[in-house]
């Protein structure tokens, strides 16, 4: 079964570094999404991404964050300067038709010390 | 805003039923969703039912819908240690510019007692 595939599984950063997150969709899906789940609260919506442009983003995605699909295939979260409180696990996600649920990745555990 | 609701731990034994419950608020869902995360995984999707339905049925898993009280179930018959999870609750917003964007439950985590 397809998958999405994020690297990598774990990155530890210090403060005030960029770190770019790493997606590869399913290659049929036309929806992209990053959420973020800081550990014991909720999975958070950050932004999603259609037909190579942003289409919604939440407040937690400010000027810090961007995302790009560069090649067609790759699909990247960059945080331009990290925060302690941007600890968290990055889920990538994909759709075809996002009514019907979407593929998660595995996530990436992101560490900022 | 929205927000989705959950307990945060059920733990059951093999081979009898789990219910999972979740509540949510917003009334203009559309699509109702329960995922699966395994340790180290990423959220497997189970099921989902759209919000004119008020069960689905797929195998061990049955999905109720009570949308005047806004309040959704997952039951896993038969439940098997291998069902240890954290399952959660999601809804979807209706898209704004084509996306759907999820809100999720903080997840119950079910243990199966063998």
């Known amino acids: 079964e397809p998958e999405v595939t994020q690297t990598p599984s774990h990155q530890v950063t210090q403060m005030g570094q960029e770190v770019i997150l790493r997606c590869v969709p399913i290659?049929?899906?036309?929806?992209f999404y990053w959420y973020r789940q800081i550990l014991g609260q909720k999975v958070e919506f950050l932004v999603s991404f259609y037909n190579n442009e942003i289409s919604e983003k939440s407040e937690i995605f400010d000027d810090q964050f961007s995302v790009e699909r560069p090649d067609g295939s790759n699909f990247t979260l960059k945080i331009r300067s990290t925060k302690l409180e941007d600890s968290a696990m990055y889920f990538c996600?994909?759709?075809?038709?996002?009514?019907?649920?979407?593929?998660f990745g595995s996530g990436t555990r992101l560490t900022v010390v | 805003g929205e927000d989705v609701e959950q307990s945060l731990f059920l733990s059951v034994r093999e081979g009898d039923s789990s219910v999972i419950n979740c509540t949510y608020t917003d009334s203009s869902s559309t699509y109702l969703y329960w995922y699966k995360q395994e340790p180290g995984a990423g959220l497997q999707l189970l099921t989902y039912?759209?919000?004119?339905?008020d069960m689905k049925q797929d195998q061990r898993l049955t999905v109720l819908l009570n949308k005047k009280d806004k309040h959704l179930s997952l039951r896993i018959a038969d439940t098997q240690t291998g069902d240890s999870a954290i399952y959660f609750c999601a809804e979807s917003i209706p898209p704004g510019a084509g996306s759907y964007q999820l809100t999720f439950g903080k997840g119950t985590k079910l243990s199966v007692i063998p």
């Open positions: 996600a994909g759709g075809d038709r996002g009514n019907y649920g979407y593929t």
């Open positions: 290659s049929n899906h036309l929806y």
């Open positions: 039912i759209f919000s004119n339905m």
